[in-house]
């Protein structure tokens, strides 16, 4: 009976080699696929309760783990969660995370590969692993006084320093508070996601760089950049006469102070037939080759996400002569018209705009720091410096006298845009300055002001002349 | 002369094993406390005192009783009892507030331990259990059953293999594996000449004849039965698998397992076909996200193994509690999740030698009653451990069998230490040294011819066993204080050089 008994062998031998391949592959091929599972809750709960690095602005934590005593072991929490809720996003149990908290998680939990050597270390000294710390490039004192100076409007503002890109203003309002999603009380946590999700005012959504608006009036600086591109100048004598659209009864008209007026005149009282004209004679293949020039069209900040700018494809003559006044299809992140302004202030040159400025391990030792780069030239030099003249006239004499700041020099565009007869118009202002060497858009979603007042220059242009003088 | 060899008894490397499989156990229990709490529990001398007193008193049984079984499946299967002791208390300390089933479960291994011992002193000569073939098999059959009846089955997690007697449950498919391993092999020792007549052929294979067929249909029949009725996969597996691998060692004919392995899957297929309970498993097998409220069980098991990974996240450090019924049907997914995939395979290795061992002496055993039982019980133990810990490691549909000798559970610790009692006392009798030069030859003859009564052989083996009937007891006092072995008491001192002699020559099978 021994053959057969070495068959029967042979089989719990195949059986049990079946179960050993079997466990192999559940760890070779599934642990992943197992480990990122939304059901699987010791992988969900582990990153949860893990003691992660704070996001700072300047020398505060703008988020960090606190422990407390619960399964989860350390509470996220949120200083100023509202002001900061764009940037930092939130950390939540049930919801994920959002923006620095989702796109630096690995740093911030001390997993990142970078932090490979100091998480070694730490496990064969038996120290806790501990998340790295963000340090953005926010300025504590421009986004308050930004949040302050918007005073419960519905809008957002964002100021970059134009020589390297960094963004030193992000604010989005209204805002929430990442503390109430973050919360280990599970059931509030659903309750705030339910209420948040529900508001028409739609609290959750980034105003300052993923969402886009008509750019109204301010957009004629890139209308601008492009006629100086095509040659002429801040002299050269533009018709500012009611502008029939083509193939359209429509006509644009304005008081534009004569009908024939220079480029610059007609920028500082913001002339909408002279532009609306100049847009259809240097058509859209220009327009559209400039303001992706500027960005439009690219996404920026991939760390916090940026919906891109749009100029619109495919247009006939009229159109473009509306969309090179802002409005028709063209629509822009406040991120992107700041960048507008920022690449004028710069000399041409648009910088790549990040927030995060470096991440340091724990014992404070830098994981990675962002280089300035450049992300393309807009404009010539020479073009650069007359369309900074021109923007300073703006401020200076035109509509937005509003942002005028004794001892600095600013140059600004205003924008006013009526996307429908419905609502209130949006209000713009996008501006720079020399000292400090920034630039700033204002947004504002609902301006509650007669439609004869240019809003961007009533509502927008004080707010960035608070956050101007914040950053001196 | 193959089979007569003189082995080793290596008592002391079983000793030596035994304390340090023990010392593991308690090496778990103790991680988890530094792990958990950064101290030791105060009563874990205690622990250490009741597992060791337990090996000891073990180990001078067989030292005692069956000098010559095997040294490395003691050792084996208290590893096991004492990692499911340990694991068993890590999950009682996850829920809240903290259980005490390790506890009980300890006492139950005293018991189970006890009952093994029972086995050992009383049961030397396993082949009086040929004389009950059919109560045995009856008996077998009633406890393969019992969970249908009304008010004492009951159907636990889609699967009714359990009766409830009070507060007590019970599994009586433990404990009828160990019978029908039993009332098989006595039945086919009886049979297997008969069976072996060849019938007609079939597509190459040679089929028995059709009036040999009844008893693998009755027993065809009764899988299917548990597989439709009692709704599990495993335990229809297991008494299929294990008649059909017995009619097949026994008669030698590779048709019985063809046409055994294809009657179960055309019948698991039939079943799949028309029973919806069948299609569930099957589907929470090959897609359990299609319903992670229904499948949540094994997700989860497969969770935990997963965020255990190649080490585990170390004793009492992961979250095995948060799979249903860790204690028992998934302690696997418990080891796998706290000891890592390593320490998982570490345990399928550790069952899979336990097999090896008890196939090994049903190689070397010298008859065939105690050949066909000693591969039954290796087989059948092999198809439960494949059975469970496929479920759990999604290699096969889920069952609700036991987790041998690790899962919490009086009743099933009982019926496998019995079993492992069984076997100790059939490798003592294969290895035990063979001195008189007739009966061996007396037994290669009944390895090859065809009809020798079965009465015959066993009073042959009675003469040719090793273990002397009364006298050997009276003997036993020299064993403490002589390396001789008892068995060669009563033999002239010149038979015990013989066999010292063959060792010397290394002849090992």
Redesign the interface.
Known sequence: ?????????V???V??T???V???Y??VG??DY??E?P?????A?ARFGQDRGPIMVGNTAVAQSKPVKDRFKFQRSYAQGKLYAPVTGFYSYLYRTSALEASYSAELSGVDDSQFLTRLINGLSGATPRGATVETTLDAKAQKAAWDALDGLKGAVVAIDYTTGAIKTLVSYPSYDPNDLATHDLAASTEAWKRLNADPARPLANRATREIYSPGSTFKLVTAAAALDSGMSADTVVDASPFKLPGSTKVIAGGCGGTKITLAQALKVSCNPAFARLGAELGADALREQAEKFGFGTKFLDDIGSAASVFPEDIDAAQTAMSAIGEYETAATPLQMAMVSAAIANGGTVMDPYIVNQVLDSDLKVVSRTRPSQQSVALSDQNAQELQSMMVEVVQSGTGFRAQIPGVTVGGKTGTARTSPDRNPYAWFTAWADDPSVAVCVFIEDAEIPSTEIAGGRLAAPIAKAVIEALR | MSDVVGYRRRRGVEAFMLAFAILLAIGGYLLIHLNRDGELPPEWPWALGILASLGLGLHLLVRWRLPYADPLILPLVMLLNGLGLAMIHRLDLGTTPVMHSAELQLMWTAIATAACGLVLVFLRDYRILQRYTYTMFLGGMVLLMLPLLPVIGQEKNGARIWIHLGTYSFQPAELAKLVLSIAFASYLVEKREVLALAGGRFLGIELPRPRDLGPILVMWLASLAVLVFQKDLGTSLLFFGLFV?ML???T?K?SW?ILGTLLFVSGAYLGYLFFGHVQVRVSSWLNP?SD?DQNYQV?NG??????G??FGTGWGL??PN?TPLAKTDFIAAAI?EELG?TG??AV??I??LI??RG?RA??GARE?FG??LA?GL??VF??Q??AI??GV???LPLTGLTTPFMSQGGSSLVANWVMIGLLLVITHQVRSPVVAAPEPVQWLEA?TTQMIPVGAGAAAADGAGPRPRPSGDVALPATAVSPVSPAATPVSPADDESTQRVERDGGTA
């Not at chain 1, 059901?39 to 992988?43: G, K």
């Not at chain 2, 497969?302 to 965020?307: D, H, K, L, S, V």
């Open positions: 009976m021994n053959r057969p008994i070495r068959g029967v062998a089989t719990a031998m059986m049990f079946a179960l050993l079997n466990l192999s559940l760890y599934q642990q197992l480990n599972r059901e699987n809750r010791r992988v709960d | 691998m097949f060692v026994a030698e590779p397992a996200f992670y997700i497969q969770f935990g193994i997963a965020w990974g190649a992961g979250r948060l796998g995939i998982l395979s399928m290795l069952y899979g097999v090896a196939l049903s190689l065939p050949k066909l591969a290796s087989f092999a198809i451990v494949f810990l496929g490691t999604r290699l390895e």
